[in-house]
């Protein structure tokens, strides 16, 4: 079992930046990937980016490559979300879940309570 808890989102202006943590409890944290989703109201869930278990491997969504950054520190069980350049389509809450390394909501089995990102223009 693997729970996860999200902190640092809020409000931030257009080009600034924000990190998120992502806190994992148990012992098998180090074993999945873990994903960085996020949601805006009305529209689905969408892959935000991904980071293998040993961090030596990240994917990003188009939307957001070249300015969000993911991070993994085994020891303190704990991924980052580094976002840069914010724009107000980034604005969502932003979910971390712990799985395979994939773009798809399904492929992970655990999920945090979420933390609002709201750019303001």
């Known amino acids: 079992q693997v729970q996860l808890v999200e902190s640092g989102g809020g409000l931030v202006q257009t080009g600034g930046s924000l990190r998120l943590s992502c806190a994992a409890s148990?012992?098998?944290?180090?074993?999945?990937?873990m994903g960085w989703f996020r949601q805006a109201p009305g529209k689905e869930r969408e892959f935000v980016g991904a980071?293998?278990?040993?961090?030596?491997?990240?994917n990003y969504a188009d939307s957001v490559k070249g300015r969000f950054t993911i991070s993994r520190d085994n020891a303190k069980n704990t991924v980052y979300l580094q976002m840069n350049s914010l724009k107000p389509e980034d604005t969502a809450v932003y979910y971390c879940?712990?799985?395979?390394?994939?773009?798809?909501?399904?492929?992970?089995?655990?999920w945090g309570q979420g933390t609002q990102v709201t750019v303001s223009s």
């Open positions: 980071i293998s278990w040993s961090g030596v491997s990240t």
């Open positions: 879940a712990a799985g395979k390394n994939t773009w798809a909501p399904g492929d992970y089995d655990y």
């Open positions: 148990g012992r098998t944290f180090s074993r999945y990937a």
